[in-house]
């Protein structure tokens, strides 16, 4: 048998061939994966193999062989994916449109601080091309605007209060270079704002040149850090923060415009019951207050600028040493000395002179307005109850001229507190300067309830003119004043109005009998309107009483434009006289019976 090679591989016991040769490392690591992966192969294939008579009876299932997706299917999954990609896209798109339309321009605010809500708002003030073009500017009524004006104004207030602290007082705990910055952020970003809020009309081109024009350069140098670009070339860098001021000039006009200011003045003189007028103290008062803190700044900044040599600093001196808050007193005080009569700060150098004299002149200006204005307030607070006193005291000499008695004195007083409350209201011209529209409004609104009560006067035709029947008849009515015990109408008298009680309480006599008593909301006296009837009845005022009469002749000339309701009045005029006249007869036979009979003789 001839030999075999070294590299001829024998037969393993698992029936393999096994290269015999020295194997190398890589042919090692071969072998390894072989030999751990065929005992698993076998034993996959032996659980395979084990199959029960069960299945053996049952017929394999048919095999579906796998087809490859057409192009054709593949192009259509593609767009579908596409479509919704750009779906998705679009949605949120919409919403950040809407996002920003809801905060930057739709006007949630009115003029009067009132949120709009749905009511129907005032467009924004932009063009039709503005429009086209994709932005419309911020709306000054919008959320963001509205609320940005008003931190803005805070903002103000605190540049005004700390501004001049910093640039006057060496010993402000305040670094004017931290101010500065923190100023020229809002400032610069309140310009940017500027330019995006068009008024009065106008395209956001014609607002950008019309801002350009007008205040934005006072507006630029208010935001730019001079203090700070110039520290290193000026003496005294920090005194140019005053240019910051600058800027505190729009804080009139945003209390004037600003909603969220406006609703708070609206507030304060609904719960205070005051008038516009009222609150212009406070505005006084605290341009007074600004005016006297200026004033005691600049009192220690000029003195800064002297290097505090002069004879008015160098006498008093030691305040020079006190602590920062008691230096601002100090300064506070001798603003006031130098407006109001009281002996303070008395200034030696020229120019602090000059500055005190004219400080002094507009200080006694701003006094002289502030106390004009509170005698305007307090002169016009109650016109009304003024005038009345007036009226009083007219009424008063003229019952003395006629030498009345003290018991209709008393009742004449009564009758004119009644009348008008302690309030004196020329009415009638009131009325008169109105509008017709406006009038029937007013008239409606005072007597819509007690002309309800009256059926012959409700109109319900459904014609669209029924609301200007009522307010035809409430237009007609007249207030009339009576004082307890006066006798508004007499048992038979013949009647040409009825009456509506608004307030206060009247007696029913019938033949000198107290029969009973109506009070407010009730009438009384409506057969009158139908036709010249005596009254039935007597009515005297059981207390102080307001009613409301509707005269015959006026109701007349209102059914000349209405047929049906003076058809109805005609049938109720009729059955109303029908009921007096069986009244009529039944009374006559009641009385017929109770009459003696008399025998006749022949």
Known sequence: ??????????????????????????????????????????????????VTEEDKATPPLPKIPLQAESPASQKKVALQAKIIQA???????????????????????????????????PKNTTAKDDE?????????????????????????????????????????????????????????FAVVIKFLVPSNGQTISQHVVRYLLSSCLLDIVGAVPFDIILQDYVQFAETLTLLRLLNVRNLFAVFKSNPIYVSISLQLQKTFKVGSSFMSIFMLGGVLITFLHLHGCFIFLFGKFANFDSASWLAISDVLALNMSEQYIWAYFAAVANTFPITGYQPSDPFEQVFSIIAALVGAVLYAILVGTISSFSFGLDSSGR???EKIDEVHEYMTYRKLSEPIKVKVRQYYELKYKGKYFDEDAILNEMNESLKQEIAVHNCRDLIAKVPFLNREVGDGRDSHFLARIAKALRPVYFIKGDLIFDQGWVGNEMYFIQQGCVSIIVNGSRVGELRDGAFFGEVA???????TATIVAAGNTI???????????????????????????????????????????????KSPKTVEIF
């Open 1 to 50: 048998m001839p030999e075999e090679d070294e590299n001829v591989g024998n037969k393993s016991s698992d029936g393999l061939s096994v290269n015999m040769s020295k194997p190398s490392h890589h042919k090692l690591s071969q072998l390894s994966r072989k030999n751990s992966v065929i005992p698993m192969a076998q034993q996959s294939l032996d659980s395979q193999m084990e």
């Open 87 to 121: 779906e998705t896209t679009e949605g949120s798109q919409k919403f950040m449109t809407m996002a920003l339309r809801w905060l930057f321009v739709d006007p949630v605010y009115q003029d009067n601080g009132t949120s709009q809500g749905k009511q129907s708002a």
């Open 132 to 188: 086209s073009s994709g932005f419309c500017g911020i709306n000054p009524f919008s959320r963001f605007y509205v609320i940005w004006e008003f931190l803005l104004s805070v903002a103000y207030i605190c540049t005004l209060i700390e501004v001049p602290v910093v640039a006057s007082f060496d010993k402000s705990t305040i670094k004017f270079q931290q101010l500065s910055i923190a100023l020229t952020v809002i400032f610069g």
């Open 387 to 389: 005038r009345y006193k």
């Open 529 to 535: 309107l139908l036709g010249e009837m005596p009254r």
């Open 547 to 593: 009613l409301y009469s509707f005269g015959r002749v006026d109701f007349s000339n209102i059914l000349k434009d209405y047929e049906d309701m003076a058809l109805r009045i005609k049938l109720v005029y009729e059955e109303r006289m029908a009921k007096i006249q069986k009244e009529k007869d039944a009374k006559l036979k009641q009385e017929a019976e």
